[in-house]
């Protein structure tokens, strides 16, 4: 009787360890879980921040046309942007919502050398390649600095210029223009099916323009600027040369308006018929002119504005 007693107790002990190990297995299991959780979930959340452009590249590259703007018709950016615009926090990027400050900041998220309202994934990183668009093309370029340069020491040189992109900087790009620098003067691209852009694309060219020109002639010791205008289809997308990229666009449209900023006065703004046709509303006082401009078979009829 007493051995079936001992035996009983002997069992239920059995069972009491038995349980307190699973629920001690249990225990360690669910640590380890959520050890394991802890460090994949945020390691996750960085490798999908830092990554962000990779998963933009990766679907670019499977569309036939993988100029960003039809990622937004797809609804691909739209779910990638509702994600992105909940981390913190502004400034961000206009397209794709990545922000600049706050988790971007440690991220390492950096703002685009061509726009400052876009990140560097967005256009630096863009796939090689380029797609056919209807563009708006701005050249500026400083008056008179080559002979001004046999005057003066090359850091004042560089300062001039340095002024001078700061000054374009802040007039062309709080548009969604793209600016590129060389050398002493400026290309402005603007995507015409840019939403912001559209059949605006020549009066916010013009505007854009007005400002760079009121900022340099504002600025103290400052060479006054001559602006060249063209609209028409081009190339646009990325180029490399190795490891670097270069966004940009080319074609005959790019290289009329880099002659019409060539052959633009101080102060003057010429703008091709295509350009001064775009204009909405009433036109602003021109004159009308041919020029044969080099390197170009016909004679081109341009407007020049003051
Ligand atoms: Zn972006």
């Not at 380029?130 to 093309?137: A, F, K, N, Y």
């Not at 060219?205 to 007005?210: G, H, S, W």
């Amino acid at each position: 009787m007493a051995k079936a007693r001992y035996f009983e107790i002997g069992v239920t002990c059995l069972e009491v360890i038995a349980v307190l190990l699973a629920i001690l297995a249990a225990v360690y299991v669910s640590i380890w879980i959520g050890l394991l959780l802890l460090v994949l979930l945020p390691l996750g959340l960085v490798s999908m921040i830092c990554n962000h452009d990779a998963w933009i590249v990766r679907r670019l590259q499977t569309q036939d046309n993988p100029l960003i703007l039809p990622l937004c018709t797809t609804g691909f950016v739209g779910r990638h942007r509702r994600l992105l615009r909940l981390l913190p926090s502004d400034p961000r990027c206009r397209f794709c919502m990545v922000p600049f400050a706050g988790v971007g900041k440690v991220m390492g998220i950096k703002p685009s050398a061509m726009n400052p309202n876009y990140c560097r994934s967005c256009f630096e990183a863009m796939p090689t390649g380029t797609h056919e668009r209807e563009v708006g093309v701005l050249f500026a370029d400083m008056r008179g600095f080559t002979s001004w340069s046999e005057t003066h020491s090359s850091s004042d040189a560089a300062d001039l210029v340095s002024r001078f992109y700061a000054n374009a900087n802040r007039a062309l790009t709080s548009d969604d223009a793209f600016v590129d620098f060389i050398g002493d003067q400026i290309m402005a691209i603007y995507i015409v099916e840019w939403p912001s852009l559209g059949a605006k694309t020549a009066d916010i060219m013009l505007a854009a323009t007005r400002r760079l020109l009121d900022a340099v002639r504002q600025s103290t010791a400052s060479l006054p600027v001559g602006v060249g205008m063209h609209m028409g289809k081009a190339q646009v997308g990325s180029l490399a040369a190795g490891e670097s990229k270069n966004f940009t666009a080319i074609g005959d449209v790019v290289n009329t308006a880099a002659r019409l900023g060539s052959a633009a006065n101080a102060n003057e703004i010429l703008v091709s018929e295509k350009v001064y046709e775009a204009l909405s509303g009433e036109k602003p006082q021109a004159d009308r002119t041919t020029l044969d401009l080099k390197g170009k078979a016909e004679l081109l009829t341009v407007f020049i504005l003051r």
